[in-house]
């Protein structure tokens, strides 16, 4: 078995955050969380690169599809896994607009949906020069 795929998981909600991050863990994935879309952003920039980002939208100070748009203006193509409870209609073509490897996922969903897309988006990765830096 190989390095593990890391993860960053970015929820306000602590409770959510811990079942996101638990359940990833238990895939055998490496884990980092943090709080918030500046948390988001930082991380990556600190920490990164990542092999997935999880986020959920609604969060303090820049919702993550703001917070997503903004790194894929920056060159970053990481696939992400959305998470909303949000009901609006714009919110579909607003995680398609950010790629062919970002999923929605609503809540509530399943682990077990969650960890189908993780894997599936982890497998297809990043394109080869970003994995490369």
């Known amino acids: 078995m190989g390095i593990p795929a890391r993860v960053l998981v970015a929820d306000d909600d602590a409770d959510m955050l811990a079942a996101v991050s638990d359940a990833l863990a238990s895939l055998g994935f490496d884990v980092l969380s943090v709080e918030s879309g500046a948390g988001l952003i930082d991380r990556l920039a600190m920490d990164g690169p990542f092999d997935l980002i999880v986020t959920d939208i609604s969060m303090p100070w820049m919702d993550s599809l703001k917070t997503l748009r ?34 929605l996922l609503r809540k509530p969903f399943g682990l077990d949906e969650l960890a189908s897309a993780a894997q599936r988006l982890i497998a297809s990765g990043p394109p080869e020069a970003e994995r490369q830096q």
Do not use: C, F, H, K
């Open 70 to 103: 903004s790194i894929r203006s920056a060159g970053v193509t990481t696939p992400v896994v959305v998470m909303t409870a949000l009901t609006d209609e714009q919110i579909p073509a607003r995680v398609q607009a950010l790629g062919a490897n970002a999923v």
